[in-house]
């Protein structure tokens, strides 16, 4: 953006120079003075434009743009061309304007003002040293005009700038405002998927969440066996830890059993809070028998594991069943076999692992006809 606006000023001052070369044509201007005051803009034009375009601006700590050496390049431009342009300096205080309004969006306020005054003071300067040496060709009266004219205007324009510097403020700061408040909205959208996802006590994944990282897995996996084995894991006896011990030590009990289970599956494995004392395990390209195995590991983590700090000589101990899933249209299925298995876990005596061995599904109605090891 700031090459090519040094790339229109540079065009500008091209444009300059071909009309005031049409004034030399006509006898209004000294032919070497144009040349010399040409060259004075098309070096500063491709200066800058070069210094912008090489990325040499991006050293300096402030003033990237460059707006303010463009601006005083360009007034200083301005205020020879009036001295030498003779009955059509007139039009030469509009193309000032045009540098103070370019001025304004490049650097703040107080600076913009800075370069309104300094262009008054230089045009005006020229305006009484014109007056005062050539006042054939420079009438005083009409000089004294066109000071009272630049006066005005460029005090207009020096307001204009002030204007848009306190709006250029207002949009910075409101820019802000609305990158903070997209960075906390950001926020909070992640705490949201967090907590949408997550278990609040266990920091697991909940239930929903395990369920869609099921039917994921089961939508970008072929047919190949083993496709996915599913465990459901049910804490032993945890009604009567939390009578015997308060709800505080259920919830350790709770927190310690999904850490101890977390630290023994396999990375691609993943665990779950399913409800209240059931945990999930899901186990992608695994057999019902790898499935028992990794159960099995649990098993010696959590007997590995110590409870004396919520409540001594605690012992904790889990039932399992463990199903194998065929695909998205078999997880509902699969699930519930897993379910019954673990519940027939629990009838046997609790603290084991039993694997559903039936392939086809089977209805689930709590009274199981399924084959269970």
């Known amino acids: 953006m700031r090459a090519s606006q ?5 065009a500008v001052y091209a444009a300059f120079a071909t009309v005031q070369h049409g004034e030399v044509l006509l006898g209004l201007i000294d032919e070497s003075q144009s040349w010399a005051l040409t060259g004075w803009n098309l070096s500063g034009g491709i200066l800058f434009y070069g210094a912008i375009r090489s990325g040499l601006n991006l050293r300096l700590k402030s003033n990237q743009s460059l707006g303010i050496p463009q601006s005083l390049w360009a007034i200083v431009g301005i205020s020879w061309s009036y001295a030498i342009t003779g009955p059509a300096r007139g039009a030469v205080i509009l193309i000032m304007i045009l540098v103070v309004v370019f001025t304004m969006f490049e650097v703040d306020m107080t600076r913009a003002k800075s370069v309104a005054l300094s262009a008054f003071a230089l045009l005006g300067s020229v305006m009484v040293w014109k007056a005062v040496t050539d ?4 009438d005083p009266r009409v000089e004294a005009m066109h000071l009272l004219f630049s006066g005005v205007v460029l005090t207009a324009a020096a307001v ?39 278990d609040d006590l266990t920091g697991l994944f909940n239930r929903r969440a395990a369920l ?10 072929g047919r190949s066996e083993p496709l996915m084995s599913i465990a459901l894991m049910d804490i032993d006896n945890f009604k009567g830890i939390n009578d015997l011990h308060g709800h505080a030590v259920g919830d350790g009990v709770l927190r310690r059993f999904g850490e101890s289970a977390q630290a023994a599956v396999r990375g691609g494995d993943l665990l779950a809070r399913w409800g209240g004392e059931e945990f999930v395990l899901m186990m992608p390209a695994t057999s019902p028998d790898q499935a028992v195995a990794a159960m099995h590991r649990v098993r010696q983590a959590l007997q590995s594991a110590s409870f004396d700090d919520l409540a001594l000589d605690l012992t904790v101990t889990f039932s399992a069943g463990v199903a194998d899933c065929s695909g998205s249209d078999d997880l509902e299925q699969a699930i519930a076999r897993a379910d019954a298995s673990m519940y027939e876990a629990k009838r046997l005596g609790k603290n084991r692992v039993i694997a559903f061995r039936d392939k086809p599904p089977l209805r689930i109605d709590g009274q199981s006809a399924a084959k269970l090891e």
């Open 135 to 138: 006042p054939d060709r420079y």
């Open 160 to 198: 204009l700038a002030v204007r848009i510097g306190r709006l250029r403020v207002r949009l910075q700061e409101q820019r802000a405002d609305l990158q903070s408040q997209r960075t906390d909205l950001a926020a909070a959208l992640e705490r949201i998927r967090a907590l949408a996802s997550r």
């Open 212 to 221: 869609d990282r099921m039917r994921d897995e089961l939508s970008v996996r």
């Open 6 to 10: 040094a790339l229109l000023v540079l």
